[in-house]
């Protein structure tokens, strides 16, 4: 793409529009191995390239934030070992090398977010912040009352007690019983492990909101781009 030289400085972080095109006049600035001292001209920002004091400016990548209805069968990686469907896969139209927030199992559907924001990731993924998660989970058979208080109580999994969580069912019988259940936590597998402590396995699992983030009526495999009050909020947790 042409962008005009002090713009693309600014843009990179090199300095503020005004002090680029000082950068410029003064002399401090190559492109292609010629020193510009005119602000008029463009560079094509794929091509070109360009230096300041001699050194290589490198463009900020533009940060892009997305969320994705996974579907069962794509395992939360950039890519597989196996060669198996990787959720990125879903995203390529996007253009930008993006990264799963978290993990959802292979056989999990619903919302996952991905970015190129390293330091969001940081932040979302690090277990002091909490962040709720809220799923709703097809169970084989009923939860006795005493089971719905285990997990309100914290269930042993790998010698350690999960965190309280919330579960509510919103529809019942005669085989499956579906529940809606809110952990904080970001334990490996831990919906399911909770599931079969209590000796009720998970048919399906879809994750359906997080914090204040939901998955909607998005289609399963499509995306979106969150919107700038979804980052916010994302940013400001
Ligand atoms: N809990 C699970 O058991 N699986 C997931 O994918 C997410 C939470």
């Known amino acids: 793409m042409e962008i005009r030289l002090q713009k693309y400085l600014a843009e990179a ?47 900020q990548e533009k940060l892009v934030y997305l969320l994705l209805n996974k579907p069962e069968g794509y395992i939360t990686a950039a890519r597989d070992q196996f060669k198996r469907p990787c959720v990125t896969d879903l995203v390529k139209k996007v253009g930008v090398r993006v990264f799963p927030v978290g993990r959802l199992d292979y056989d999990t559907s619903g919302l996952l977010i991905l970015t190129n924001d390293g330091d969001l990731t940081y932040k979302l993924t690090h277990p002091k912040f909490e962040i709720p998660k809220t799923y709703i989970a097809k169970l084989f058979g009923k939860l006795a009352v005493g089971d ?43 919906v399911r492990r909770m599931c079969e402590e209590v000796k ?25 781009e969150l919107t700038e009050k979804e980052i916010n909020y994302l940013k400001s947790i």
Request: hydrophobic share 30%.
């Open 200 to 224: 009720h396995p998970v048919a399906t699992l879809k994750r359906v909101k997080m914090g204040e983030i939901e998955l909607g009526d998005l289609k399963k495999g499509s995306f979106r």
């Open 148 to 190: 719905e208080l285990k997990f309100k109580r914290g269930i042993m999994l790998d010698g350690k007690m999960t965190k309280p969580a919330n579960i509510k069912l919103i529809e019942g019988g005669p085989k499956y019983y579906t529940y809606e259940i809110t952990i904080k936590e970001g334990r490996n597998r831990q």
């Open 13 to 59: 972080g090199v300095a503020s529009r005004r002090k680029s095109e000082e950068l410029i006049l003064n002399g401090n600035v190559s492109v292609n191995g010629e020193v510009v001292r005119t602000l008029g001209i463009k560079i094509d920002d794929e091509k070109d390239e360009v230096k300041v004091n001699n050194k290589p400016v490198k463009q």
